[in-house]
């Protein structure tokens, strides 16, 4: 699926990407673990390197460790072209919001994470051939329309039977991120989600909401699509 928006610096976008013809692009959690610290990772305009390490670290304590290089990390993060605000996962596609900081920032981003993805998936898995069914999608997403489109993305492992009702605690979403503590600091801003209110109160907003009544708000609005 091709791109219609131009993409243009300080304005926020919804991305999202399935696999082709809908096949999954996840096969089990150490995939999502990948994906995962792709998306926080490729924000920085670093080099990719142990990512074994890390994901085995995740697998492990839940954690990238990060932290352990906060002042490399501190630098790269002025130099970064786009901020990530939410994410989730699910088996077939993938949704995020960001903030593009220029032109040329998501697009740059987005296919390192996708090409080192398929790279990854591939040769684990044996596969061959592309993953996803294009480069993404991108929508442009107004002030207003960010909140309740962070809700439609964490309300999203609703369609996972194991995780309905409990999706605040779904590891491969940044709703842990926003109704309890920010795991990943600032490689996950959620400040302009949350405009000052509590997790508590974001939580109940998400958790509450009429899924239907979100979807129909989003639909008419063009933020998504089927």
Not at 82 to 101: D, I, S, Y
Not at 191 to 211: M, N, P, Q
Request: proline letters at 3%.
């Amino acid at each position: 699926m091709q791109r219609k928006e131009k993409i243009c610096a300080g304005e926020h976008y919804h991305l999202y990407n399935r696999g082709v013809r809908r096949e999954p692009i996840f096969l089990e959690d150490a995939d999502r673990i990948r994906f995962l610290f792709l998306l926080l990772y490729c924000q920085l305009p670093l080099p990719l390197s142990n990512n074994d390490y890390h994901a085995q670290l995740f697998e492990k304590h839940g954690s990238f460790y990060l932290h352990a290089h906060r002042g490399e990390i501190e630098k790269a993060l002025a130099m970064r072209t786009v901020e990530l605000k939410c994410f989730v996962m699910m088996q077939n596609h993938f949704h995020l919001v960001v903030r593009a900081r220029d032109e040329g920032g998501i697009s740059k981003y987005l296919q390192r994470v996708q090409n080192a993805y398929t790279k990854y998936f591939n040769i684990k898995h044996k596969k061959e051939g592309h993953l996803f069914q294009g480069p993404f999608r991108a929508i442009r997403v107004g002030e207003s329309e960010l909140r309740p489109l962070s809700a439609y993305l964490h309300r999203n492992p609703r369609e996972l039977r194991e995780w309905r009702g409990k999706e605040s605690d779904y590891t491969f979403s940044s709703f842990p991120d926003y109704a309890k503590q920010n795991r990943w600091g600032a490689l996950l801003m959620t400040a302009d989600v949350l405009r000052g209110e509590s997790s508590e109160t974001y939580r109940k907003f998400v958790e509450g909401s009429s899924a239907k009544s979100i979807e129909q708000e989003l639909r008419e609005e063009h933020l998504i699509e089927d």
